[in-house]
C-alpha cells in the first residue's frame, strides 16, 4: 500500500499521521483497529487474523 494510501486510512479513523513512518504509522493504525501495533516483527507466523496490514507484514 502507498504512503498516501495509509495516511488515508490513518486519518478515516481519526489519526494525525504528520511525518510518521510508514511503519510507525501502520502500527498506530493497528493499534486503534484493536490489534497489536506489530507491523514488520512477524519472523514467520501471525496469530492477528483480522489485521488489514497481515499480508503486507508477513510477505514484506
Known sequence: MKMTDI???????GLKP???KK????????EKEGNFPCFGSALEHCSQ???SWREDCLFM
Do not use: P
Open 7 to 13: 495516511k488515508e486510512k490513518a486519518k478515516a479513523i
Open 18 to 20: 504528520g511525518k510518521m
Open 23 to 30: 511503519e510507525d504509522l501502520i502500527r498506530a493504525i493497528q
Open 49 to 51: 487474523e483480522d489485521c
